[in-house]
């Protein structure tokens, strides 16, 4: 079957749970006997699913197939959404890991798409009702076939040898996302041009670098619009930004909603 055999396929969730600000898995381990898909939206933790071990950070999915053991430990504060379900083609019969070949992490290119759809996803718990779990499916669906439609878009393959690069790359953006430290100088630590590192990065990544410390950068505000009372002139700095309005158009882009109204709903 192709991509595109699964547009109409059936998802049913068996579990679904959205944890915040975790400093640890309540389990390091587990084998589930459905599909499970995790959205990181903060933080970093190391994996391993069968024969694949990594790092994933804010904008990855970790899908894992039924009966295969996922391994997992935080490497900081995590905020994610989890799903366990049922996966069946139109036929009603299991889609097999053995023919779609979707296992261990996927990092999308549209990071706006991944954060809006999460961000639907918390509305629904903050107005829950009966069709909850209908949307909740609908959003779940919505994650793996961009994963699909991604990945059959892509006209660039991973190849192992870039590995390295990107682990690096991912690791200066992510200690640099929120002081002064230009795209530039990162690139520079890497021994290219800024363009060239542009450039590569796309390839390899599907977004930009600038792409990747917006993500990074979304997530961080969101966390202390929630966490804390501080008015957005102190947030933005925390953040990368000089100064609050520049931050709350930022945010009203990526996230269709203002920083205002983000912190009023979410503390309901």
Known sequence: MSPVDYVNSNFRITAYSHALRREQFAFGEATYDGWFLLALELGTFRYTIGNETGIASVGDLIICPPGLRFCRQALGVLSFHMFEFEWTTTAGLPVLAS?????????????????????????????????????????????????????????????????????????????????????????SQLGLSLSHFSVKYKQLTGSSPSQYVTALRMQKAKML??????????????????????????????????????RRRNRV
């Open 225 to 262: 619009l929630i966490d804390t009372q501080e008015p957005l002139e102190c947030i933005a700095p925390q953040c990368g930004y000089q100064n609050g309005f520049y931050l709350s158009r930022v945010f009203q882009q990526f996230y269709q909603t203002s920083p205002s109204e983000y």
């Open 99 to 187: 023919e779609i070949h979707l296992c261990g992490k996927k990092s999308l290119q549209h990071l706006d798409r991944f954060a809006s759809t999460l961000d639907l996803l918390s509305k629904l718990e903050i107005h829950p009702g009966s069709d909850s779990r209908v949307w909740q499916e609908s959003m779940l669906r919505d994650l793996v076939l961009l994963v699909l439609l991604e990945d059959h878009l892509s006209p660039y393959k991973e190849d192992s040898r870039d590995r390295p690069f990107i682990a690096q790359a991912m690791k200066l953006l992510q200690r640099h996302a929120f002081d002064n430290t230009g795209l530039a100088a990162v690139a």
